[in-house]
Every structure is written in structure tokens, then in C-alpha cells.
């Protein structure tokens, strides 16, 4: 087996929410993620699932160093990501490099493709990280047009001459211009149609089989996420509630929020539709700007026990690689 | 009991189209179909291909310029509504046909309070004063599941969420009881567990008021657990229509069917490659007179190139514009039928 690629050991990013006009001080924080551990083997996908607001993305940015971790630790090839000074930060951001959602708003509208393309190297080659020439650059851009699917006849096209999908592309390739190990997706499908979805699902599995890149893959939409991921992590409220592998998961669901948001998604056939019965969950996401004593899903579990009330389920593997946060399980 | 038979509106040959600077959009081109009391129609495509102007164009809410509703009938009760005179349409309006639109977060004014928007339909449409008024909106609110209506009806929109205000939309299109409930997208902005507690709440409404609700969405799950009857739509045109359940089992066109493959399923095994539509949806300028879809599709005959398809009906209320389905019933489903006896029956027709 595989060694872990990225490591994520109890994260927590908490920002402050601040009261005052000059002299600001700290009235409380948004509790992004509260303490999440996961790794991801090289090669591997992990999937991460979760409502509006679980902190799927800042997950995501706080590994690419976006943020700054409030506690915790990313260790990314043997070395912890936080302690390392800017420069040694830069030549390891190298191998992470992330694919953003919305295709019209990451690339710049002044920039050709190739441009956008080539960023990634023009900047490692001024801060003399790598040797590379012009000429280089250029083949290499135009190179990974085509390996992403687009003639490199639009090489000097800017970004508003190509549609949703094709942008999406564009950001692909600017990804993988620095030959990245790990590729941080943040749900690259959602704004997409149906058809162009599958066409993007089915270049970003090639281009893994091909480079044996790493993906954190995130979506809201489950079977998205079951149709790219090795591993699924669900998250909930800043927390990861189950951890398995996608063929264990879709099955075999153990958590109660994974059963109830498994059994809201629409199946597109109406005959199973029909016979469907969905677990309808009360009420709405909390909002997670207070520290909890109990279960972060407590307020709306179907299925709470006293238990759940003032004591905090930790992930416990209750099964080979199945790792859970509920007290139905096994007990404090 | 709802009698299905009843024909509340009827769209006939309905064309919308845009002037640009590039040249004329035809946004919807020559769209006709029924919806019949009670019953949920469903249109599905990708964005781009019309479904919302459609929709928007039977209220005659096309800003023009640039739009115009060139061509068409919209028949309510066997009255044409784009030939009614501004005041009439708004009686029909939010009254009789109301609608719910995707972002719940902008179709809400945020500086007026929920009952003022609220109070404010009611009192427009129906012979109340401000205190009956109130009370029926308190009404509504509960009906939706607002917790604590009489408390909640006085808060601004953006102390309630994304699904709450969702709700409180649906409430407002429901307030005066209207005979259509267009929902454009209602749930693509919210999570699946509130999309799926709004779906429910559509379904059960209109089936204790018996609302024919018209759903536009591009998730082919939403429609169907919802809808009895779909229009498909590319390009500005309907190209299959069918009741859900022929749909999703038998599709015929080619687009229809490619659609309905290259969703990833939960409850089918994965592992092998999933299918994709090659090619983008058209640029909608300027197009030629031929089937909008032939660079996409895998059947793509001489005749595609030339011709739009004619609408093949089954007689059974499923009709297929394709050129795999000649107009003449009888050549169904015979899908191996030469190229160029196609371009025979093309010519003829």
C-alpha cells in the first residue's frame, strides 16, 4: 500500500468575527473546520461531501496555505506545511495546486490563454526555482492545451471567447503546468451542464491514470463524488463525520447525516423515485460561531440519544478503513 | 378528484427572439404544449436553450427591447395572453399564474419586512383589507412550515436562510391560489437536504390545492421524482416530449438519450468510463435552418444538415424531432434504416 501524500492531523480554522471601529477587538469566531484529521495516499482520490458553509473549501484552501491554521498540522511529504518559511513554502506549493469552481471568475479576463497557462512557470523561473526558457514555456503551455482537449490554434484567445467548459479546461492545464503531486478540485463540475460535466469527470480521471496525480476532490453532489473518488470524507458543521471508501459508503452508510443526505439526492429514474422513501431532515444547518459540548449533528439527528447531548463523538474506525463520529456505534 | 383532461393553458407555436449585436437570437423557436389541471410539467435542458424564456415569455415578462415575442399563441382558458392589454395581464399575474424563481436570496426586496411583501400580493389580488390580509399571509407562512409565523412574518429576508426564504417565495406564489405555479429552477441554489425538503413541499402543496405547476430545471433527479409529463429542450426548441416514465425508459432522441447517460448514478455500478456528449451546446446566433444538434450527435445523416427534423408523434402524447423518426408514424423506432433511405424520406417531405 501507499503512503500517505497528505496528512491533515486535528485542523482548525477558526475566523474571528471582530466588533469595534478602531480599536477592534475579538467578540467571537466562525468555526470553519473544528478539528479534522484525514491523509490521502498518492494516487488516490479522496472525495469530500458536505452541505453549504461544512467548511468543504476552506478545507481545501487552508492545505494550499490560503489561510493560515488557527491549531493543527498538514503534513505534505514528510514536512509540516506550517512551519516551513516562504521560500521553502514556495517550492512546495509546487506539487499543490488547485482548480477553483467558477470558471468565469479564476481567469484573468486580460490575459490570453497561454498567458494564463504559462503563469505558474514565470513565476517559479523569476524567483530562480526553476531553469526554463521562453521557448520552453510556450511548447509547454501549448502542450498542455491540447493534453486538456483544446487546439492549440486558440492559444492567444482570452478567456471570454471560450464557453463554461472550456474554461474549465483552461484551469485544468494552469494546474498542471508546474507538474503538481496533489490537485485540490474544488467542486470543478458544479457550474457546468450535464453534458460538459461528464466530459470534464472524464478528462480529470485521465489526466490521473496518466500523471498518477492526487486529487482532493470536492462536491455537494454525491454521486459526482461517487463516480471520481477512491475515499469519501462527509463532512458536516466543520467536521468530518464518516470516512470510507466509496464502494462502502454508497452501501453502507453509518452515520445518520450520510443516510439522510444519500437519501435526498434525486435519482434520475422515476420508477425508483416512486418507491423511494427519503429521510426529510428537520430544520437548517447551524451556524457555527459557538464552540459545542455534544454532537455537532445533535440539533438535527433523527435519531439522538441522551448521550449525544454533552459529549463530542470522536472518528473511530469501527470497521477495516471505515471510520465513523457516532455514538450508535460505540460508546464515550 | 382533479379532472387531467382539462386543458388550463396552451401554448402554440411561441417564439421569442433576441436582437443582439451579432445578429438575432432565437432564444425559443416555435414551442407548443398543453399543461392540464393539476398536472406537473417538467422542462429539462441545458442552460442556453430557452426553458426560462419560455416561461417568462407566458407572462410576457421579455424585457424589450431586446426581446419580442414575435410569433405565437399563449391561450389561458382559451384567452390569448399576449394579446391582453397591460391591466389585464396583471390581474392574471402573481394571481392566477405566479411563479418562483431560482435565487432566493434577489427575488426578495431586502428592505421591506416578509409581511409587507407578503400583505402587499394579497391585497393587490384579492377583495381583502390590511388585517384579513395579514392573517391569510400568517396562513401561508404556516402552511410552508415557518415555525412561529405570527412571530417571523415581521423579520427582513435576511434574517431567514436560503431554504427559509425559499419557502416564504413559495408561500407568496401561493397566496391568491393560482391555477399555475411556475417554478424556474426553485431548488438549484439550495443544499439536497432542503432541496429536498422544498421538492416535498411543492409536491404536497399543489396536490391539496391543485396547482398545475410548470418545474424548470436542468437536474434530471428533480424532474424525475416530481413531474408527469417533460419537454426536453435544445436550442430553443422541444425536441422530445414524453409522461416521465417513457422518458427516462425509452428515450428517443439522440440528445435525450446521450443526457440521460452522462449523469453519474448512485444506485448503478460505476468503474467504467462515463458517457459524455461530445462538442458545446450551439451558439445561439444566427443559426441555420438545419437540426441544431447534428455536430453533437452520433446518428447525424445528409438531411440533418439541411433540414429541421418534423415532429414525429407516436399518437400516444410523445413526440420526437428527429430525423431518425420520420413525420409518418409507422417507421418508429426502426433506428438501422440507411442513410440514404432517410435522405429519401427527407426529400419528400
Redo the contacts between chains.
Sequence with gaps: MSTALLEVKNLKMHFPIEEGLLFKKQVGAIRAIDGISFEIKAGETLGLVG??GCGKSTTARTIAQLYKATEGEIIFNGRDLASLDSRELLSERKNIQMVFQDPYASLNPRMTVTEIIAEPLIIFKNRGLMTISKKEITERAEFLMEKVGLSSFFRNRYPHEF?G??RQRIGIARALALNPKLILADEPVSAL???????I??LL?DLQSEYNLTYLFIA?????I??ISTRVAVMYLGKIVEVSSSKVI?KKPLHPYTE???????????????K?K?I??SG??PSPDRARTGCYFYDRCPKKMEICKNNIPELTETGEGHHVACFLYFSP | MIDRNDVILKVDNLKTHFRTDEGIVKAVDGVSFSLRKGETLGFVGESGCGKSVTNLSLMKLIPSPPGRIVDGKVLFHDRDILKMKENEIRGIRGNKISMIFQDPMTSLNPFLKISTQLVETIILHQKKNEKESRKRAIEMLELVGIPAPAKRIDSYPHQFSGGMRQRVMIAMALSCNPEILIADEPTTALDVTIQAQILELIKDLSEKLGTATILITHDLGVVAGMCDTLNVMYAGRIIEKSDVSTLFSDPKHPYTIGLIKSVPRLDKKTGQKLYSIKGQPPNMIGMPECCPFHPRCEHTMDICRKKYPPVYDNGSGKTVNCWLFPAEPGNYSDEHKSADEHHMTGGAV
Design positions: 452541505e453549504s464557453s467548459g472550456q451542464d450535464v453534458s460538459i460535466q461528464a466530459q469527470l472524464n480521471a455537494h453532489d454525491l454521486a459526482v461517487e463516480y454508497y439522510a443526505l444519500l437519501s435526498a439526492a434525486p435519482i434520475p429514474d422515476p420508477e425508483i423515485e416512486k423511494r427519503r426529510v431532515l437548517d444547518v
